[in-house]
């Protein structure tokens, strides 16, 4: 309990006390808040996942900051940022961050994606082809696209529409390994879980849907992921991307591998991003 209370004050004193938030308008008009940290030729935009937010890297900002210009981004919908919109598409999230990189006139940007958050960066380069030097998923980007129909979609969805928390909460909780940080699961259900119900159900919806093919045949940046060791990488299918696609694995971790191993995580975050420029 006292890690946990340790834990939120933490996140409480990094989301109010940054000193550096700030907000742009999308491309729809809603309110998009960011985080700037740091002073470095090289860029990085860090996103978070689905129904997290910009507080999510706070083991990252204060390491990265070192070296590089660390911006971290809320998507609407989430944190900061404005709750208007009607349909929280993963090309409307990609126009989110492109509006933060443009407004601040960000070059040599690495835009970093966890979770959802792999597609939403995907769809951003997209829209920053002169900026955008690399695409890093964190735990994300295993596949190109879900074979799965919309009815499967609506069906998986229906338990979230019923009991949104408790059913947030049993789905968040399952992405961590067995013998996680007791205090670090709870703190992360939990969080997720009190998200919006609406907003989170449609980003949900509109992420199993989402087909990067057509997005990935315009860019040219490299996808390098730094993913947990559980769910396979369909490197066969990613041989057709040609910018060049490589993933490398954490073992003994899940899918919030940036917090249960954090030291870990920002090494190989770091000496990705070297070799990627090399």
């Given at each position: 309990m006292k890690r946990l209370i340790l834990i939120s004050a933490l996140l409480i004193f990094l989301a109010g006390c940054g000193g550096n938030v700030d907000s742009v308008s999308s491309l729809d008009g809603v309110p998009i808040a960011f985080e700037k940290s740091g002073v470095g030729e090289t860029t990085l935009v860090l996103v978070h996942g689905w129904s997290c937010d910009k507080t999510y890297w706070?083991?990252?900002?204060?390491f990265l900051a070192e070296n590089f210009t660390v911006v971290t981004v809320d998507l609407a919908g989430h944190g900061q940022s404005g709750l208007s919109r009607q349909d929280y598409t993963m090309q409307a999230f990609g126009a989110d961050v492109a509006a933060v990189v443009s407004a601040l006139?960000?070059?040599?940007v690495y835009l970093v994606?966890?979770?959802?958050?792999?597609?939403?960066?995907v769809e951003a380069a997209a829209l920053l082809p002169e900026r955008v030097v690399g695409i890093i998923g964190v735990d994300t980007l295993q596949e190109m696209h879900w074979d799965i129909t919309p009815e499967q979609v609506d069906g998986y969805l229906v338990p979230f529409g019923s009991d949104f928390p408790g059913t947030a909460k049993k789905f968040v909780s399952s992405m961590f390994p067995a013998g996680a940080d007791t205090a670090l699961v709870n703190w992360v259900s939990n969080d997720m879980s009190s998200a919006p119900s609406k907003i989170a159900i449609s980003a949900m919806k509109n992420l199993f849907?989402?087909?990067?093919?057509?997005?990935?045949?315009?860019?040219?940046?490299?996808?390098?992921?730094?993913?947990?060791?559980?769910?396979?990488?369909?490197?066969?299918?990613?041989?057709?991307?040609?910018?060049?696609?490589?993933?490398?694995?954490?073992?003994?971790?899940?899918?919030f591998l940036f917090l249960e191993r954090p030291g870990e995580f920002n090494t190989k975050l770091v000496d990705m991003i070297g070799r990627m420029g090399s």
């Open positions: 706070h083991e990252q900002v204060p006139d960000l070059k040599n994606g966890h979770s959802m958050g792999g597609s939403v960066v849907t989402h087909d990067l093919r057509p997005t990935l045949a315009t860019l040219k940046a490299p996808i390098w992921c730094l993913n947990a060791n559980q769910q396979p990488v369909d490197f066969q299918g990613w041989e057709a991307y040609q910018p060049g696609y490589t993933a490398v694995l954490m073992e003994g971790v899940g899918h």
